[in-house]
């Protein structure tokens, strides 16, 4: 499966956001849709994920609260809306996803289960 992010963009503190996850296939293989977020220097960190089969979501603490996650099936698109944005949500967001990660919970936030990315969207919040 290939991947595709798109969205980012410069807003304001306090802005939103809607990232876009494409994906060429959109089957039961592919359980589970990530969001991930990269800073210079940091970790990769899990930001929220989706069940393509039952619709099943999961936040981190980060952004509980502040971002939704939902997806389209027959447009095969995750999207990731983001509200009140502050400067600690400034990264590099990618999308991934792993026929071995089914379940869409807290250990789905471990990027290096996936093996299927997409290429990176720059979100910059900035005033």
């Known amino acids: 499966v290939q991947l595709q992010a798109s969205g980012g963009g410069l807003v304001q503190p306090g802005g939103s956001l809607r990232l876009s996850c494409s994906a060429s296939?959109?089957?039961?293989?592919?359980?589970?849709i990530t969001w991930f977020r990269k800073v210079p220097g940091k970790e990769r960190e899990g930001v929220s994920c989706?069940?393509?089969?039952?619709?099943?979501?999961y936040y981190a603490d980060s952004v509980k609260g502040r971002f939704t996650i939902s997806r389209d099936n027959a447009k095969k698109t995750v999207y990731l809306q983001m509200n009140s944005l502050t400067a600690e949500d400034t990264a590099v967001y990618y999308c991934?996803?792993?026929?071995?990660?089914?379940?869409?919970?807290?250990?789905?936030?471990?990027?290096?289960?996936?093996?299927?990315w997409g290429q990176g969207t720059q979100v910059t919040v900035s005033s």
């Open positions: 991934a996803t792993d026929t071995f990660v089914t379940e869409c919970d807290v250990h789905a936030m471990r990027w290096r289960e996936y093996g299927h």
């Open positions: 296939r959109f089957t039961l293989d592919y359980y589970v």
């Open positions: 989706i069940s393509v089969e039952d619709d099943k979501t």
